[in-house]
Nanobody, 124 residues
């Protein structure tokens, strides 16, 4: 089970960190990803991280602004978001990939488990 938290309202240019806590003892063997869905739009890839944390991938729209990380001892993956823009507004979902642990990537079909999402709103 994945539980996302940390969303909220922030002004343009601000920062926010969202977290995803996982239950179970196999978290450290999963690749993890963050996706988001803006109002009226399809869900899109944001960032992904390998089971060890050694490999990360980002969508071009968030590269150099967002950082994905994980703490396997705490069964938690994080998304640090800086220089936030109104276009970053949406529900942020975390997801776990069982088979693609070394590089889960951007395809939603690569992920097996999904959290419920946390809302991030960036005001202009």
């Amino acid at each position: 089970q994945l539980q996302a938290s940390g969303g909220g309202l922030v002004q343009t240019g601000g920062s926010l960190r969202v977290s995803c806590a996982a239950s179970g003892r196999t978290f450290s063997s999963y690749g993890m990803g963050w996706f988001r869905q803006a109002p009226g739009k399809e869900r899109e890839f944001v960032a992904a991280i390998s089971w060890s944390g050694a490999t990360t991938d980002y969508a071009d729209s968030v590269k150099d602004r967002f950082t994905i990380s994980r703490d396997n001892a705490k069964n938690t993956v994080y998304l640090e978001m800086n220089s936030l823009e109104p276009d970053d507004t949406g529900v942020y979902f975390c997801a776990a990939s069982v088979l693609r642990a070394t590089r889960p990537g951007s395809r939603q079909t690569a992920y097996d488990y999904w959290g419920q999402g946390t809302l991030v709103t960036v005001s202009s």
